[in-house]
């Protein structure tokens, strides 16, 4: 580690790249400590999954949860802020990782202008915001590229194992890690400079294994949930025709969101370091099996647009090497962007800011304003258990309302569970009494209607109102879709 360490920081680039990186994660920081958003149903969701170690979870492998976990426990502290809090951290890690790199390809300035293209990207910005499992992969995914890169020069085998753990990592903070590995073998493909030898791909595959494994097991155990369920997201277990649905339309929505997740200078200069791959074959090779993936799965259906995130780790590098020799370009690119990540912790500070009747914000903000309006009604009826059949509602019960006394459940599901929490906490077959329902859906038994719109504005469903029913009346209610 001492040895990495030298190497990291000798070379005259790290303090400017350093300097730049500390000063927008500072930023970050300070205007994160006055986001007024609510955490959005998925961060709600890691917070809970952080509560309860696991070697998996229903939708997303463990390490978000983990991280969360620690930084709540260390901090004493479940805020928002502290949920949030290492998404800017990491991400700044990131930026450095990968200017480490782009030292080692190109030398002192395509690394300085690395750190500061990475951190000024705008899936960066909106990454330091909420926090999400692409943010907790991208360290892993970055350090595995520069580790792996610095193996095939010097041909150490600690370096082989510390390629295997970081891929380990990056596939149990998401399984978009396998990227990793994928575009290691499209480099070996490529050239043969970039191959490793067959000893070190033992030693690669060695610790990955083991990291991965108990996520495995824990798979097999609950019916291989997460495969599923990450499956079911992208299509690839529907029932029909492969060919059915086939949409170009589909195919350009999803490049033009690319443009707005690393800006349109960014983005073309990566596509025009695609094309010229001869003069920076390594970095291609990483960058091109996410994009190309979901570049055809978004010809079958929507694609979302973080799913090609692992193209831009080292889409970064290749960027920076293509805009060297144009540098106003190079300067209107993390301009841009720079005032766009600005932009954007800013508005979440106003968060009621926008140009018509609904904030530009709506989807984050009014969530915990329901969820402690559903607390103060359970209190004022006397009861202790409130059911939702909505999983976005719910998640926000469980983290507003975790000091509140009250149980939490959703209803039974007919057949498998289709969220954490019809597999987690399905209502008890032996619960009696009344509870509090909170549903878009009046319920078919007799019900007392207690708050017939909760205004809950924040939440993609039909008013949702709140009754006191019989807990038998509330067990089959059917799912309510939600947000996604």
Not at 66 to 84: E, H, K, M
Not at 165 to 185: F, Q, T
């Amino acid at each position: 580690m001492k040895r990495f360490a030298l190497r990291l920081t000798g070379t005259g680039w790290f303090a400017p790249a350093l300097s730049i990186v500390a000063l927008v994660t500072a930023l970050r920081l300070t205007l994160l400590a006055y986001n007024r958003t609510d955490l959005f149903s998925d961060e709600a969701q890691y917070w809970l999954w952080g509560q309860h170690f696991a070697f998996g979870y229903f939708s997303k492998p463990p390490l978000i949860a983990y991280v969360i976990g620690a930084v709540t426990s260390l901090a004493q502290s479940n805020t928002p802020f502290w949920v949030r809090m290492p998404a800017p951290v990491l991400h700044g890690a990131t930026a450095l990782l990968l200017a480490a790199l782009a030292q080692r390809l190109a030398g002192r300035s395509a690394a300085i202008w690395t750190a500061a293209l990475y951190s000024t990207l705008p899936m960066v910005a909106v990454g330091s915001l909420l926090i999400s499992t692409d943010t907790i992969m991208a360290p892993f995914f970055a350090a595995g590229i520069l580790v792996y890169h610095r193996l095939l020069t010097e041909h150490r085998r600690t370096d082989a194992l510390l390629t295997g753990a970081l891929i380990g990592c990056a596939c149990l903070a998401k399984y978009a890690g396998i990227y990793l590995p994928a575009g290691l073998l499209v480099a070996a493909l490529l050239r043969g400079h970039l191959r490793p030898r067959r000893s070190e791909v033992a030693l690669i595959a060695l610790p990955a294994v083991a990291l991965v494994l108990p996520n495995l097991l824990w798979n097999f155990a609950h019916g291989w949930v997460t495969f599923t369920h990450t499956a079911h997201n992208i299509g690839w277990i529907e029932h029909r025709d492969p060919f059915d649905g086939i949409s170009l339309a589909t195919m350009l929505a999803f490049l033009a969101s690319q443009l707005a997740m690393v800006g349109p200078v960014v983005f073309g200069a990566i596509l025009v370091g695609v094309w010229r791959f001869r003069r920076a074959p390594f970095l291609v090779a990483l960058s091109l099996p996410a994009l190309t993936l979901v570049t055809l799965q978004s010809v079958l259906q929507d694609s979302n647009a973080n799913w090609a995130a692992a193209s831009y780790f080292a889409g970064s590098v290749l960027a920076v090497g293509v805009l060297s020799n144009h540098r106003i370009w190079r300067g209107v690119g993390v301009a841009s962007n720079a005032a766009l990540s600005l932009a954007l912790p800013l508005l979440t500070v106003y968060p009621t800011f926008g140009f018509g009747q609904k904030p530009l914000l709506n989807r984050y903000i009014g969530r915990a304003e329901v969820s402690q309006k559903i607390v103060q009604l359970a209190h004022q009826h006397g009861l202790g258990t409130v059911v939702a059949n909505n999983r976005d509602v719910l998640a926000d019960l469980f983290y507003t309302g975790q000091s509140s006394g009250l149980g939490f459940y959703t209803p039974r599901p007919t057949g498998a569970a289709a969220n954490y929490y019809e597999q987690t906490y399905p209502m008890p077959l032996t619960m009696a009494g009344p509870i509090l329902l909170i549903s878009d859906t009046p319920p078919a038994c007799a019900a007392q209607l207690v708050q017939r719109d909760l205004g809950a504005a924040a939440y993609c469903t039909r008013p949702m109102a709140a009754y006191v029913v019989p807990a038998q009346c509330a067990r089959d209610l059917p799912a309510s879709a939600g947000c996604k």
